[in-house]
Nanobody, 129 residues
Framework: VQLQASGGGLVQAGGSLRLSCAAS????????MGWFRQAPGKEREFVAR????????YYADSVKGRFTISRDTAKNTVYLQMNSLKPEDTAVYYC???????????????????????WGQGTLVTVSS
């Protein structure tokens, strides 16, 4: 399974970017896909996730109201629309996918790094002040 993230770049504060992440390779039953980010010297943190079936979403408080996660099941792709960007949003953004594990945890919040099975290579987002 490969996850290919793209769309990062340099943007001024208040600007917008749209990240994309396409899944390819072996077919698997996806429970959810998510976005995480990691700033220099900090741990990887949850940003947003979307359930593959039903499309319910969940966001970190720091991005709620500014970022929107969506998915296109036909294209096996998840998107992250980022508006009103702030310098503190600067980080490498990673997409991740969770396969169905057949356990109760599949219905959880799914905001932890260990809850995902496949990861993309990351795309850098830099927000200048």
């Amino acid at each position: 399974v490969q996850l290919q993230a793209s769309g990062g770049g340099l943007v001024q504060a208040g600007g917008s970017l749209r990240l994309s992440c396409a899944a390819s390779g072996r077919t698997f039953s996806k429970v959810a896909m998510g976005w995480f980010r990691q700033a220099p010297g900090k741990e990887r943190e949850f940003v947003a996730r979307i359930r593959w079936s039903g499309s319910s979403t969940y966001y970190a408080d720091s991005v709620k109201g500014r970022f929107t996660i969506s998915r296109d099941t036909a294209k096996n792709t998840v998107y992250l629309q980022m508006n009103s960007l702030k310098p503190e949003d600067t980080a490498v953004y990673y997409c991740a996918a969770r396969r169905a594990r057949g356990t109760y945890s599949d219905s959880g919040v799914l905001d932890g790094v260990l809850e995902y099975d496949y990861w993309g290579q990351g795309t850098l987002v830099t927000v200048s002040s």
